[in-house]
């Protein structure tokens, strides 16, 4: 997506700028800038009843996690697959199966 410098967009409890985005959830927000992300690995829980995915962006500092049961989950792939086109295209549906097993993946790497 591209917004000028200081136009904003909300989806789910994300808000994106042109350098990066912020999650907002209660009385606090992250602020995350596309640069600072070292890794991105994705990985699934089992729930009994179904798998829950989970995204983790590795910082110089600190792990982020979001999973797909958080608002705007959709909107942010999007978004991480157009910062970072080198996330394989079909890992939503690799990382599927086996059911109930982690599939943990590494989908990006700084090099």
């Given at each position: 997506?591209h917004?000028e410098a200081?136009?904003?967009?909300?989806?789910?409890?994300?808000?994106?700028?042109?350098d990066?985005?912020?999650?907002?959830?209660?009385?606090?927000a992250?602020?995350?800038?596309?640069a600072?992300i070292?890794q991105?690995?994705?990985?699934?829980?089992?729930?009994?009843?179904?798998?829950c995915?989970?995204?983790?962006?590795v910082?110089?500092?600190?792990?982020?996690?979001?999973?797909?049961?958080?608002?705007?989950?959709?909107?942010f792939?999007s978004?991480?697959?157009k910062?970072?086109?080198t996330?394989p295209?079909?890992w939503?549906i690799?990382i599927?199966?086996?059911p109930?097993?982690?599939?943990?993946?590494?989908?990006?790497?700084?090099n």
């Amino acid at each position: 997506m591209h917004f000028e410098a200081n136009e904003e967009q909300v989806l789910g409890v994300f808000s994106y700028t042109t350098d990066g985005f912020s999650i907002v959830e209660s009385a606090s927000a992250t602020l995350v800038k596309w640069a600072d992300i070292l890794q991105i690995n994705v990985f699934k829980t089992d729930q009994v009843v179904v798998d829950c995915i989970t995204m983790e962006l590795v910082l110089e500092e600190e792990v982020i996690s979001v999973n797909e049961d958080i608002p705007g989950w959709e909107s942010f792939i999007s978004n991480c697959r157009k910062q970072f086109p080198t996330i394989p295209a079909n890992w939503e549906i690799d990382i599927t199966q086996p059911p109930f097993a982690a599939n943990y993946r590494t989908l990006y790497q700084r090099n």
